[in-house]
């Protein structure tokens, strides 16, 4: 059921009182650290997948089957061209 115009301004209302009164604590604080290693994980990820990806190109350039970098890469052939394969080997 939709909500009238009054219940949304009360409901603001509420929000903005419960906002003013917030005092934050020590366990409301977050270490940065965290997000920080977190951030170079995924980074370092990404980076790692540029190189695999850069790899297999050049492995697949130099005759090399799907069925090879599949066991490479700990997957089936099919998993690898699906992944890393471009039209020209479709």
């Known amino acids: 059921?939709?909500?009238t115009v009054q219940q949304i301004l009360?409901?603001?209302d509420e929000l903005a009182a419960r906002f003013e009164?917030?005092?934050?604590?020590a366990a409301d604080e977050r270490d940065p650290r965290v997000f920080t290693?977190?951030?170079?994980?995924v980074l370092a990820r990404s980076?790692?997948?540029?190189?695999?990806n850069s790899a297999v190109v050049n492995t697949r350039?130099?005759?090399?089957?799907?069925a090879f970098i599949g066991f490479l890469l700990g997957t089936s052939s099919e998993a690898a061209r699906q992944r890393y394969g471009h039209k020209r080997d479709a």
């Open 21 to 25: 009164r917030y005092e934050p604590s």
């Open 47 to 52: 980076k790692a997948e540029r190189s695999v």
């Open 61 to 66: 350039e130099h005759g090399y089957s799907w």
């Open 10 to 12: 009360n409901q603001a």
């Open 1 to 3: 059921m939709p909500r």
């Open 37 to 41: 290693e977190l951030r170079q994980a």
